[in-house]
Structures are given as C-alpha cells and as structure tokens.
C-alpha cells in the first residue's frame, strides 16, 4: 500500500467525491461532442460556427498557457495590466477555477512532482492524473504560503470574486451572443461555448496525464515529466514538460525554432507591443547541461540492468566534457555581464568561445555514449 493510501491526510480521495464537478465534467462532452454533432446534422454548418470555437479556444489556450502557467504560476516573463486583465477574463472561461486556486495547486505539483502532495500525481495512474483527481473535493491551497505574490496582486483578487459570473456570461454568453448576430444563438452556444470548452479541458488534461507518461525526459530523467510534441500539437506548445520541468522560470516550452509552441510566439509578440517584458530563459550551456545529465542518467540505468560498469576511458570523457559545459557556463555569464555594461565588443569573443566549449562538451559526450553503449 503507498503512503498516499494509508494516510487518508495525504489522500484527497478520502474527502469524498464532488458531485457537481464530476457531472459538469461528464455532462460537457456530451453536450459539446454529442450535442453539437447532432444540431449541425440537422441544422447545417456554418464557417462561423468553426472560427468563433477557434477563435474562443485560441483566446481561452493562450491564457491558460501564457497567463495562469507561464506568467502567473512561474513568473516566467513580466505582463502589463492590461494583459493580465486580458488573461483574467478569457482565463476564467476555461473553467478550471480561478488564477490563485490554478496557479498556487500548479506550484504545488511541481515542487511535490511525482510524490503524494502532488495534486495529479501520475503515479496514481494515468486517468487519476488526467481527470480522476478532479472529481474529488480539495480544500483550498494554500496561497498564502507558496503564492504569497498572487495574494497582494488586485487583479487576481477581482478575477477570484468575478471568477464564476465571467465564465458564465463569457464562456456560455459571449459565444451565444456572437452566435445571435449570424442569426443561431444556440449553435454559437453549442460551438464557441460547449465544444470549445470540452477540446480546452482535455488538451490541458493532456498536459498532466500524457506528457507525463509518453515520450522523453530529454532534460530531467529524475521525474515523470517528458517532452511529447503529439501534445504540444494538442495544445498551445505545452507538450515539451521534460524541458519545462527542469526549467520552469523559462517563458518557453519549446526552445527550437520549429517546435509548436505559440505561446511563446504569443508571449514574444506582446514584448514586441510593449505589454510584455524581462522574459526569462535558460542559457544555451544550462539547457546542454541538463540534456547530459539526462542522458547520463538513463545510461547508468541501462548499464546497470546488464551489471556493466563505465570504464575509466569513459569517466575521463565524461568528466571532460562536464569541464567544458562549466567552462561554457562561466563565460556565457560573463558575456551576459559585459553585453549589459555595453563597454567593449568582447562580449562577442565571451559567446563565441562559449560555444566553442559547448561543442567540445558535446564531441566528448558524444565519445563515451558511444564506447558505453558498445559495452552495454
């Protein structure tokens, strides 16, 4: 038996299980899904009817992922009132409580990833984390203590007290309003409000279930979390939780040109308007850093199944290329540093030799992963 199990204080299940967040979960699928299938059959499409749900659940995602996670839970960038109001509002649609109840239980899964206080802890299984655990009565968390920052913030304090009245009147009002002005008030209800609403709880479900159950943990083997870009495709880029979790404080998910991730887009777009600023981001050393370690890890667990020790020749390269990523990481500071002073161009030779290290890093690496494996 776990510990969660024994210890009904440690257990939320042991609290009994809410009966109106269970039937409102239930129920909205089969209106959102089976509903507005069958009114569409008998009444007929409309390109509205599709645009008003993606431009309600671009409007709804891109607060969930860039407002209540990467702003508010991680304080990954810096945003303006006017987005934060932004965020408050289309946040509150998505029906997944308010920014101070989502933000301070989201703190509270990452620094108890994986272990009992974790709120959808996917140890307990996969449906636990992605919808089970929500079935079930929580007491509130405790903000107080690890999202002191949100307390004294006045705009999630109004988005607490208004929370219920703006999902309400926009989640369901809004979309059946638009829905009026092309002449179906109720298909506006069932696309923007019901449908929208189902696709946003369960891409973000995704996030706690799937991403930490398929995939790699390209940069932190040490907990479940792993980089899953079916996910990221599925939401608004949040699907790289390997990366995100060794990262938090980091304004993006995916960290390659090419990766899904239009929350960062969204995020770097509102910096370029002036109402985002001091976005935050890992150092190209530190990410390379972690993607080693990583792979290390997984190496020795590999080898360790076959009672195959590394040899010193692969200690050697190991800890060389470790000597270049700690050479690469002082420099990158120092470039940051005088890049910030502006006072010469050698800040310029300080990156320049910092990827220098980077690659030797790498070839190193590179070297013992190759000769381990022919052992393993």
Known sequence: MSEAASNPDRDVRAKGIDYITMSFLILTPVIGIVG?????WLHGFHLWMALLALGMYTAVGLSICAGYHRFFSHKSYEASAPLQLFFAFFGAMAAQNSILWWSSSHRNHHQYVDRDWDPYNIRRGFWWAHILWIFYRHDAPDAEANAPDLVRNPIVQWQKKWYRAILIAGGFGLPTLIGALFGDALAGLLWGGFLRLVVIHHTTFFVNSLAHYVGEPTYNAEVSARDNWGVALLTLGEGYH???HRFPADFRNGIRWYHWDPAKWFIATMR???LAGELRSATPPQIEQARMQAELRGLETKLAASQTELP??????????????DDALTLWRQHIEERARDASSAWRRKRAAAHQHMREARRRWRAARSMALTMG
């Open 36 to 40: 507005t299938a069958l009114y569409t």
């Open 242 to 244: 390997s990366f995100h």
């Open 272 to 274: 370029m308007l002036g």
């Open 312 to 325: 010193d020749d692969v200690h050697r390269l190991i800890a060389d290329a470790r000597q270049h990523l």
